[in-house]
């Protein structure tokens, strides 16, 4: 296929539903292979189709990703087929528990943990030399507000965010003059499954389609992309600067 990321690959956590289904398929539109990331395996042979339909190609990677082994396993084999990785996208998630810190139960706190922030840095350790090996390797990691207005009964989700765009800024910082490109985004309220069990009162339709909103992350996956280390907001539509001491 043609396109921006023609002769490209790319791995997408959390392809099965939501805002990563639908990065994996714009990015497959735009000519990359796409390793698609999930536990459900439903979900992801609908986006199989749904990319070979439109002329694409993929390869489905069922994992939880608290199998750490698993993840390791992963970036030998993209190591074995492909000799590098172009793209990778860190956006399976999970909210945990809205709750009082002091309520939050061990086993929740730990798992949430373990999909949001250990599976990314092993996912990180995993592949960062294959990203290296690309000519414009590019790493887009999905945060949330929450990591910066820490409001009261997110903390566990917020705290894991937080942890996620601090890696990010790290590893941008120790990459900086190669071509890699790793920055974070905040999607803003999406209509998805998540944002379902975050505010269930809320009207679905009041929020922008997850398709709408990967349309904005697709150009930080882009080979175009110069920014690095940075976050950028989606409903803003821009990088914001972020303010750290030396
Ligand atoms: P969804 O709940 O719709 O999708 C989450 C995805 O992550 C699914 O594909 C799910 O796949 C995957 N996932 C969850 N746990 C695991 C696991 N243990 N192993 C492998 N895959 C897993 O979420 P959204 O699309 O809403 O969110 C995408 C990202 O954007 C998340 O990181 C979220 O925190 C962030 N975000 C979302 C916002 C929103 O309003 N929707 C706002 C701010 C940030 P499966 O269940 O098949 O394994």
């Given at each position: 296929m043609s396109g921006q990321l023609a002769g490209r690959v790319a791995l997408v956590t959390g392809a099965s539903r939501g805002i990563g289904y639908h990065l994996a398929k714009q990015l497959a539109a735009e000519g990359a292979h796409v390793i698609a990331v999930a536990r459900t395996v439903g979900g992801l042979e609908e986006l199989d189709d749904e990319i070979k339909a439109a002329g694409g190609a993929a390869t489905l990677v069922p994992l939880d990703l608290t199998d750490m082994a698993?993840?390791?396993?992963?970036?030998?084999?993209?190591?074995?087929?492909?000799?590098?990785?172009?793209?990778?996208?860190?956006?399976?998630?999970?909210?945990?528990?809205?709750?009082?810190?002091?309520?939050?139960?061990?086993?929740?706190?730990?798992?949430?943990?373990?999909?949001?922030?250990?599976?990314?840095?092993?996912?990180?350790?995993?592949?960062?030399?294959?990203?290296?090996?690309?000519?414009?390797?590019?790493?887009?990691l999905l945060s949330s507000g929450a990591a910066h207005s820490c409001k009261a009964y997110w903390g566990l989700y917020a705290a894991t965010k937080a942890a996620l765009e601090a890696l990010g800024?790290?590893?941008?910082?120790?990459?900086?003059?190669?071509?890699?490109?790793?920055?974070?985004v905040n999607p803003g309220g999406t209509r998805t499954a998540m944002r379902a069990l975050a505010m269930p009162g809320e009207d679905p339709e009041t929020l922008p389609k997850p398709a709408d909103v990967a349309a904005r992350i697709v150009p930080l996956a882009l080979p175009s992309m110069t920014e690095t280390g940075r976050l950028f907001d989606v409903r803003q539509n821009r990088f914001l600067t972020y303010h750290a001491p030396d």
């Open positions: 698993g993840i390791d396993r992963l970036g030998g084999a993209i190591h074995e087929r492909w000799g590098k990785l172009d793209v990778l996208v860190i956006n399976a998630g999970a909210l945990g528990t809205l709750s009082p810190i002091g309520h939050i139960e061990a086993k929740t706190f730990d798992r949430t943990m373990a999909i949001n922030v250990n599976s990314a840095w092993r996912l990180i350790r995993s592949v960062d030399p294959l990203l290296r090996l690309s000519d414009a390797g590019r790493a887009v800024r790290s590893w941008a910082a120790e990459t900086q003059n190669l071509p890699l490109r790793v920055n974070s």
